[in-house]
């Protein structure tokens, strides 16, 4: 049994497995409508619960499309909908329940520490569909859609501007230490990594520039990513921040500065024209539609790999 959490948590090689199964999957269902099952159907007559505690539309249609083509079936938990969202059952008891009755969970929450609790108590595999801390699964997105467009990451170099200090941003520092690409982080310092993260980093010798300047940072860049500058559950004055962040917008004039193949990738959703312009999200070297599919490829891979 083996959780998928963090990136940190895996080593190289088996965060190389699973890119290469995603990759492998993808291709073999060429011909194969979008709600067939894979003809291997490796999770046929099992099932994932799936808990949302932060609304959801790309992780909750990917996964369970995921699942369904894996041959599987999937069930949707809503915390307003079950007794431990509503505080009348404690985790550790759901834990339990959940360990007899599914296969695999998948939690998107916006406490780490609950992912990590739920970990501790069930006796089957849990996935990081999405927390405070991290957001793996689309990270791994991110590196399939990346090497479909240009080739290995290894040694390339992926400019992340906005918040430096997010979910999304700390498993990209931790992917750039496991899949050996350079990273360039633009953030005014109010938002810098995590001082966890950075020392991780460090330890763990990740080819890391964290700048204030957004034209350092994307200069010969291979890839150039963003995300929305005020997310779900922000407790934050959101006009100040957008104020702050204002800077580093990726416009058509700061992609020029990348590489001429460079891609523009982001998560969404997106705040049109405030981290990313319409000309760029919607220009030639946007991959976000492509990006938002891989998260099924990327996901079906990641539940395989939990379940071997």
Same mark, same amino acid.
């Given at each position: 049994?083996?959780?998928?959490?963090?990136?940190?948590?895996?080593?190289?090689?088996?965060?190389?497995?699973?890119?290469?199964?995603?990759?492998?999957?993808?291709?073999?269902?060429?011909?194969?409508?979008?709600?067939?099952?894979?003809?291997?159907?490796?999770?046929?007559?099992?099932?994932?619960?799936?808990?949302?505690? @932060?609304?959801?539309?790309?992780?909750?249609?990917?996964?369970?499309?995921?699942?369904?083509?894996?041959?599987?079936?999937?069930?949707?938990?809503?915390?307003?909908?079950?007794?431990?969202?509503?505080?009348?059952?404690?985790?550790?008891?759901?834990?339990?329940?959940?360990?007899?009755?599914?296969?695999?969970?998948?939690?998107?929450?916006?406490?780490? @520490?609950?992912?990590?609790?739920?970990?501790?108590?069930?006796?089957?595999?849990?996935?990081?569909?999405?927390?405070?801390?991290?957001?793996?699964?689309?990270?791994?997105?991110?590196?399939?859609?990346?090497?479909?467009?240009?080739?290995?990451?290894?040694?390339?170099?992926?400019?992340?501007?906005?918040?430096?200090?997010?979910?999304?941003?700390?498993?990209?520092?931790?992917?750039?230490?496991?899949?050996?690409?350079?990273?360039?982080?633009?953030?005014?310092?109010?938002?810098?990594?995590?001082?966890?993260?950075?020392?991780?980093?460090?330890?763990?010798?990740?080819?890391?520039?964290?700048?204030?300047?957004?034209?350092?940072?994307?200069?010969?860049?291979?890839?150039?990513?963003?995300?929305?500058?005020?997310?779900?559950?922000?407790?934050?004055?959101?006009?100040?921040?957008?104020?702050?962040?204002?800077?580093?917008?990726?416009?058509?004039?700061?992609?020029? @500065?990348?590489?001429?193949?460079?891609?523009?990738?982001?998560?969404?959703?997106?705040?049109?024209?405030?981290?990313?312009?319409?000309?760029?999200?919607?220009?030639?070297?946007?991959?976000?539609?492509?990006?938002?599919?891989?998260?099924?490829?990327?996901?079906?891979?990641?539940?395989?790999?939990?379940?071997?």
């Amino acid at each position: 049994m083996k959780n998928f959490i963090n990136i940190s948590d895996h080593s190289s090689n088996d965060l190389r497995a699973i890119i290469d199964e995603a990759k492998a999957r993808k291709l073999n269902r060429k011909n194969l409508n979008k709600s067939a099952p894979d003809e291997d159907k490796p999770f046929e007559g099992k099932s994932m619960a799936m808990i949302f505690e @932060k609304p959801s539309t790309r992780t909750r249609m990917s996964f369970d499309i995921a699942v369904k083509q894996l041959g599987g079936s999937s069930i949707i938990l809503n915390p307003d909908g079950i007794h431990y969202g509503k505080g009348d059952e404690t985790l550790k008891d759901t834990a339990k329940i959940l360990t007899e009755y599914v296969d695999i969970v998948m939690l998107r929450t916006s406490s780490h @520490k609950n992912l990590e609790e739920f970990g501790k108590y069930l006796d089957i595999p849990i996935i990081n569909g999405l927390s405070d801390i991290g957001h793996p699964c689309q990270i791994m997105s991110d590196i399939l859609t990346y090497e479909e467009s240009n080739g290995n990451i290894e040694g390339k170099t992926v400019s992340w501007l906005g918040d430096g200090n997010n979910n999304m941003s700390n498993s990209l520092i931790e992917a750039a230490g496991k899949f050996k690409f350079n990273l360039s982080i633009a953030c005014p310092k109010k938002y810098s990594p995590n001082k966890k993260i950075l020392s991780w980093a460090k330890k763990n010798k990740v080819k890391l520039i964290v700048t204030t300047k957004p034209e350092e940072a994307v200069k010969n860049s291979d890839c150039v990513m963003t995300d929305k500058w005020v997310s779900m559950n922000d407790k934050v004055n959101k006009k100040t921040k957008k104020k702050i962040l204002k800077p580093f917008q990726v416009n058509k004039k700061l992609m020029r @500065k990348a590489n001429s193949e460079a891609i523009f990738m982001h998560c969404l959703p997106v705040g049109r024209g405030e981290e990313v312009t319409d000309e760029v999200i919607d220009g030639k070297q946007s991959v976000v539609w492509r990006q938002a599919l891989n998260r099924v490829h990327a996901q079906k891979s990641i539940i395989k790999w939990c379940l071997d």
